[in-house]
DNA sequence: CACTTGACCTGTCCGC
DNA sequence: TGCGGACAGGTCAAGT
């Protein structure tokens, strides 16, 4: 995205389903139409496409969404490379679609409709209910070992599944790397984050921060049908120590993985390496 | 206030 | 094969 976009003019956006592009309305269009990509942003799981309106385009993915860009022409249709993992474009599952002056287009898909393409002004972006709320970059350079033990702190009642799950408390971190790095750390997802030692919130600062990195050198988490931008799928769950290996021996110690529920959501831990 | 649960959606899978 | 229910990568609002 951040290599494709920049410097395309855009010329048009399309949505078939009105709360995938809620502020969709015709004077939106003059701080969209005819703009150009200045740049694309990341922040926890929010991309930002600024516009040279000094609007910029607010992406949330959340469960199912997509983003994938295709040039003109052939791109769309019969014959891409990509058409073994996502045929032609648009589909039953194109919510909003971003043509440019170059005719290349970028297809926000969503089967469950979660997701959604906001617009905002540059300025206000951090503003955001959201974005005034969201904690720290984990993979950030400042970001250290104290400053993870301290903003676990404040949630000292709740599970340290919940509090990972909290994009209030860490930015950025969703089901698989929570169960991922906790059972890097070799801590039971429902432990009380009051009682965890320095040493086990410093060992799960590492494990998170490992498993992060190896996510997005692998191309992320590609469950069933997310593609990226090029159509191309990640493998991090092809590297998964626990997350849908239920019944599957534990990489350490060969106990067979189990499937619960903490904090709402589907869990997978040894029991025997993640005991407390 | 801190914390948990249900709602938002579509599609798939599993048991009857 | 059909049908109901549970579940799926995330975040809010409403509930306790």
Request: hydrophobic share 35%; net charge positive.
């Amino acid at each position: 995205m951040a290599q494709l976009l920049p410097d395309k003019i855009i010329t048009r956006v399309t949505n078939d389903w009105a709360k995938s592009y809620p502020n969709a309305q015709t004077d939106t269009d003059a701080y969209v139409i005819g703009a150009k990509v200045i740049d694309v942003r990341r922040r926890a799981k929010v991309l930002l496409i600024d516009l040279s309106s000094e609007y910029s385009l607010v992406i949330h993915l959340k469960m199912t969404g997509q983003l994938v860009y295709r040039g003109a022409g052939v791109a769309f249709g019969a014959g891409h490379p990509n058409d073994s993992l996502i045929g032609k474009l648009p589909d039953k599952s194109t919510r909003v679609t971003i043509e440019y002056s170059d005719n290349s287009k970028l297809f926000f898909n969503d089967q469950r409709k979660f997701g959604w393409v906001k617009l905002y002004p540059t300025t206000e972006v951090p503003n955001i209910d959201f974005f005034k709320k969201v904690g720290p970059e984990p993979l950030s350079d400042e970001f250290t070992q104290a400053d993870f033990r301290q903003r676990f702190l404040r949630r000292p009642n709740t599970n340290i599944k919940a509090a990972l799950l909290d994009q209030t408390v860490i930015a950025g971190v969703g089901n698989i790397y929570a169960d991922e790095s906790l059972w890097g750390a070799k801590i039971h997802p429902t432990s009380l984050v009051r009682d965890l030692s320095a040493a086990k919130t410093n060992k799960l600062y590492k494990e998170l921060r490992y498993v992060l990195n190896l996510a997005i050198e692998k191309g992320g988490s590609s469950d069933r049908n997310y593609v990226n931008a090029e159509g191309k799928k990640g493998s991090y769950l092809s590297f998964a120590r626990v997350f849908r290996r239920e019944g599957q021996p534990c990489p350490r110690c060969e106990t067979a993985i189990v499937k619960t529920r903490v904090a709402g959501r589907g869990t997978h831990t040894c029991p025997k390496c993640q005991k407390s």
